[in-house]
């Protein structure tokens, strides 16, 4: 009997606690599923595809943002006027909302509209509402507390433009107090850089503020000048690109170092230190940075300026093209540049573009006999490209690019006519002439 009850006990508890209890998400109106609202969610995806959404992704935004489901449709659609007033378009009102939806809060925005507008800032890029919004809703900051900063900026003495571009360029000055500014501004002054130079310094260069004096800016400028730079050197560099405040403790070591064992033709070493090592270090920064945001290690990237030093000497624009060109175009992966880091150090209008056309066309038509890659494409010469897949096949001529101003193939010959211009004149001869030449043939002959 003792066992009985024990038993039943126990089955009680295990069943009482495996009952299934209510999800209040479920139960409560304002979580309903996206899927229990279809004439609700309908509307919202018109509304935000009449504002630039695109169909596509429309119903995985509400799926996971379930709260529009349930807004107020009428103060939804204020709120994107709202945002588009501050003349964002639309493709970068997609990109705010995706990455914080919270935006789209009515009263949010507009205590905000009337922010802006007491901070007398109508007048920035979109750019700045952009990142002032998303920057205040994710840190619950109030118009009150930006117009601290933006206050503080302008009795330092910064132009209005400079103002909206450290907005701009580092929301993040909104988290920070008044003397966290003064702090780094005493400090660029105390190394000689005037006013005029420290506004231009954070109107090129916004996140030079978001650096600590003591732990980054004074080591970075210690290293400056241990390598050898004066600080005249340093400020007119700064002064000229102040990006270089953003290259990370010892970098500009490495670099130095690298380049001062770099091995490469004499007239392509001036061109790259013609203005000096310190801005060599930089530019050669740059362009690893850029390899490195494309998917190479810095090792590879440093491997692949070493092989094709020419790269440091072409913009960066210019490498960022040929990469987008490669990885997107050409489908190669950004890999290839290790094995063939001569791809960097062509012109692009000259001799990738013409190249490729040519392998697009003969593999269109199937005249391939096997797959080019990338080594095959740009290490022949252009004499051996053409005589490969040129030469055999009329089309690809013109494809080619030898063409003339009226769109006809230039002719392989001189002009008919022109080696007489190149023949020698004939003159006269005269008897004595020919009797010396006579005698001397005949002295030869004894």
Known sequence: MANRVLTRTIL???????????????????????????KC???????????????SMVHSFISKNQFLVNSDLLELEKSLAILLSFKIDKSSLVSLICDCPGVLDFEFLKKWEMGFSDLGLLGASPLMFKCVLEQSKRFQIDPDGVFEIVEALRGLGFKEGTVYKVLEGFPGV????????????????????????????????????GFGVEDRLEPLLCEFKDLGFSKHVIRREIFKEPRVLGMELGEVSRCLEWLRTLKCREAIKEKIFSNGEFRACFEVKLRVDCLCKHGLIRREAFEVLWKEPRSIIYKVEDNERKIEFLT??????????VEVPD?????????????????????????????VGLKGL???????????Y???YPDCEKIFGR???????????HPAGLWKLFKPPRYPESKDDVKNTKSFMESLGH
């Open 12 to 38: 009680t508890r295990f069943t009482i606690s495996w009952i299934p209890r209510p999800n209040p998400s479920l139960s409560n109106p304002k979580f309903q599923s996206f899927s229990s609202n279809p």
């Open 41 to 55: 969610s309908r509307q919202v995806s018109n509304l935000l595809q009449r504002y630039g959404f695109p169909s």
């Open 174 to 209: 909104i988290l920070m107090n008044e003397r966290e500014i003064i702090k780094r501004v005493e400090f660029l002054l105390g190394f000689g850089i005037s006013m005029n130079g420290i506004d231009r310094v954070l109107c090129c260069f916004p996140g030079v503020l």
């Open 328 to 337: 997107h175009k050409m489908k190669f992966n950004i890999r290839c540049l």
């Open 343 to 371: 791809y960097l150090g062509v012109n692009f209008e000259k001799q990738i573009l013409p190249r490729f056309n040519v392998i697009e066309h003969l593999r269109s038509k199937g005249g391939l006999g096997c797959e």
């Open 378 to 388: 740009i290490k022949p010469s252009r004499l051996r490209f053409y005589n490969l």
């Open 390 to 392: 040129v030469k055999p």
């Open 403 to 413: 063409l003339s101003g009226d769109d006809k193939v230039r002719s392989q010959q």
